[in-house]
């Protein structure tokens, strides 16, 4: 049962830190194509913050992975879902006049709570013991 559980502990960490390694470095290879979406939600220094995601989203997802470093992993992917969730997902602040604009909203609601439970997984895995 303990070799099982080791067993699973990995399996659950690459499936869980595959999300943020394959849409960091995706990042790269769309590069002005995210810039334009982060500049269409008004941030600023986008080269900057979008060196950050990338750097985060690796380096967070490596440690969680491989067990190495895995608080500062998830403290890593933290910094970068706290601010992400709320500025790309803000559901709250879009117009609800037409059709288009409810699926939008309602789309965007979905990614919000959707990256909830991803919240709880990082409380999991900074308070797990590791071996």
Known sequence: ?????????????????????????SKIGDWDKTISYMESHNMVFTSFFLIMAILLQVTGGLSIITSYKSKIGTILLLIFMLPTT???HNFWALATE???????????????????PLFGAFFLIFTSETK
Do not use: H, P
Not at 1 to 25: E, P
Not at 98 to 116: C, G, H
């Open 98 to 116: 037409t059709d288009l604009q409810i699926v939008i909203q309602q789309a965007e609601m979905v990614s919000f709570l959707k990256n909830l």
């Open 86 to 88: 709320f500025i790309f």
């Open 1 to 25: 049962m303990i070799n099982s559980k080791k067993y699973i502990n990995r399996i659950g960490r690459i499936l869980f830190s595959l999300i943020f390694i394959a849409s960091g470095l």
